[in-house]
């Protein structure tokens, strides 16, 4: 079978696409067991067969297809379903999967990715490749659909997944939580939070959820959270969803973690200063580059990383810091000092997340910048506009730029993002 994407051989397929996700989770944090039910809006793409899902370290127990019982083989990370009867090209599927176990991290080139234990509690970190160690899904960036989540956990639990919040009720000693994610989403950005949380409103839209002996306002990090969510808007266009959680765990990270509607952080990220208020900028931008407007391929990673990279220094400049000018001209002088072997706009999947790609990424828009002048934002906010929740490549953004300049923007891509020697600077 050809890999949907080949920086992630062996998940997704292109022969469906998935419309929602129902997931009804019932986990016991105190044994790391999950018992769980999901149900997929499935639409053929081509004449199916079968229907082969992306599923981890979990042990399946019933499929049922549109209510009927379904055969199925689950050999180690892919769960094939049989088909009650085939199905033409655009027809839909109603896939019903039970499954229980206990989860763990998915093996991946980029090392264990998807569902992590806690001391006391879970968060999922799925990029790129580990959401179906949660959840059955056909993991690739550009199947993005809405999400329903409804949670059950020991009540001095708290919960946070993508999306608001509808409702949560308590039963014998538990609190099932119900959240909506309407906005479409791709798997890898699907997150789930368990632990001893509070929350801390920082502004209309943006709570910060953290453990209750963790000070996350004035003197921290986190101090002008809202104040990023108001200057991004401004540059963007208006931020893409209801509502923006930054989630801070007891743990410490390594590093930050997007998702969809809500970022992670580490006990380590909350101290103020410039090294980890710029990954504060980073991860919020991700909620315009990467989630709503998320890569049809791996290859355009550049597209993500490059662009937050490039916020922060937006950040700075907006906030009273350091300009983009002076950050950019910092990074093209390391740059330059590197090995120029790196091709921006497919760097393969062994340098997709290399530091070179986030800092070339944003010189790369630096660079544009240059070029298009006062016409820079507003062509970024019809960026973001026009692909809303949706799928993008850097053929779609060469063509969307050239429209703002009369200049040779796709000279200035080949020499930024498709060759490996650095240009100059300016």
């Not at 490749?129 to 059950?152: I, L």
Request: charged fraction near 25%; proline fraction near 6%.
């Amino acid at each position: 079978m050809p890999a949907a994407d080949p920086y992630v051989p062996g998940h997704g397929s292109r022969r469906y696409a998935v419309g929602c996700y129902r997931l009804d989770l019932d986990y016991k944090v105190t044994t790391n067991h999950l018992t769980a039910r999901a149900v997929l809006e499935i639409e053929a793409l081509e004449d199916l067969d079968h229907v082969a899902l992306d599923l981890y370290g979990l042990s399946v127990s019933r499929v049922r297809v549109d209510g009927r019982q379904a055969r199925y083989a689950h050999r180690e990370r892919k769960l094939r379903i049989t088909l009650p009867s085939k199905t033409k090209r655009g027809g839909r599927l109603k896939v019903e999967v039970q499954y229980a176990g206990k989860p763990r991290p998915m093996p991946s080139v980029f090392g264990p990715v998807g569902w992590e234990e806690l001391t006391d509690g879970v968060l999922v970190a799925a990029q790129p490749c580990g959401a179906p160690s949660w959840f059955p899904c056909n993991d690739r960036p550009d199947d993005k659909a809405r999400y329903r989540f409804a949670v059950t956990v020991a009540e001095s639990y708290r919960v946070i997944a993508n999306g608001r919040l509808e409702e949560r009720h308590k039963r014998s000693g538990r609190t099932t939580w119900h959240f909506r994610q309407d906005e479409p989403m791709a798997p890898y950005l699907a997150v789930l939070h368990i632990g001893h949380y509070v929350g801390t409103p920082a502004g209309e839209r943006v709570e910060l959820v953290h453990p209750r002996g963790v000070t996350v306002g004035a003197g921290t990090a986190f101090e002008r959270q809202a104040d990023m969510v108001d200057t991004f808007a401004e540059l963007f266009g208006p931020y893409p969803f209801g509502r923006y959680a930054a989630v801070i765990t007891e743990d410490e990270l390594e590093i930050p973690l997007e998702a969809q509607t809500l970022s992670t952080f580490g006990a380590n990220h909350v101290e103020a200063g410039w090294e980890n208020e710029r990954l504060v900028a980073h991860e919020l931008a991700h909620q315009w580059f990467g989630n709503s407007l998320t890569v049809a391929s791996w290859k355009d990673i550049w597209l993500h990383e490059g662009f937050a990279c490039y916020s922060e220094w937006l950040w700075s400049e907006e906030s009273g810091g350091r300009s983009a000018a002076e950050w950019a001209s910092e990074h093209h002088g390391r740059l330059a000092e590197l090995p120029q072997d790196l091709v921006l706009g497919h760097p393969g999947r062994d340098l997709m997340f290399d530091d070179r790609v986030y800092k070339r990424g944003a010189l790369t828009l630096h660079a544009l910048r240059g070029v298009l002048g006062e016409q820079f934002f507003p062509m970024l906010r019809d960026w973001t506009a026009a692909n809303q929740w949706s799928s993008v490549t850097t053929e779609e953004f060469v063509a969307h730029v050239q429209r703002y300049t009369d200049a040779d923007v796709a000279g200035l891509i080949d020499a930024w993002v498709y060759s490996t020697p650095l240009p100059p600077l300016g």
